[in-house]
């Protein structure tokens, strides 16, 4: 199994970027992915989660971000995306992609696979 996150960078405060995960060796398509971020000297947070269902996906956003990032993914290139705009100094951390098969509900935290991380970094 392998999750491989990419797209991190520095950039400036109302600024936009966008994270991929690129996913192999477990069932992509009928898993929940998510993303979680992690500043230095914090605890590891959710971001924002897709579920697979019936006919399409279900998504999931911490407060946070509601309104200002963007989770999708292409279940025929095994990948998840994290578009965020309008990106303030408080997002910078490591985000982590991570994929639970059993696609329960972010909630519960059942995540069976995480990358390595990549970092973004928002500043002026």
């Known amino acids: 199994v392998q999750l491989v996150e990419s797209g991190g960078g520095l950039v400036q405060p109302g600024g936009s970027l966008r994270l991929s995960c690129a996913a192999s060796?477990?069932?992509?398509?009928?898993?929940?992915l998510s993303w979680f971020r992690q500043a230095p000297g914090k605890e590891r947070q959710f971001v924002a989660g897709?579920?697979?269902?019936?006919?399409?996906?279900?998504?999931y956003y911490a407060d946070s971000v509601k309104g200002r990032f963007t989770i999708s993914r292409d279940n025929a290139k095994n990948t998840v995306d994290l578009q965020m705009n309008i990106l303030k100094p408080e997002d910078s951390a490591v985000y982590y992609c991570?994929?639970?098969?059993?696609?329960?509900?972010?909630?519960?935290?059942?995540?069976?696979?995480w990358g390595q991380g990549t970092q973004v970094t928002v500043s002026s």
């Open positions: 060796g477990f069932a992509f398509s009928s898993s929940a």
């Open positions: 991570a994929a639970d098969p059993a696609n329960r509900p972010p909630a519960w935290n059942q995540f069976n696979y």
């Open positions: 897709i579920r697979a269902i019936r006919g399409g996906s279900s998504t």
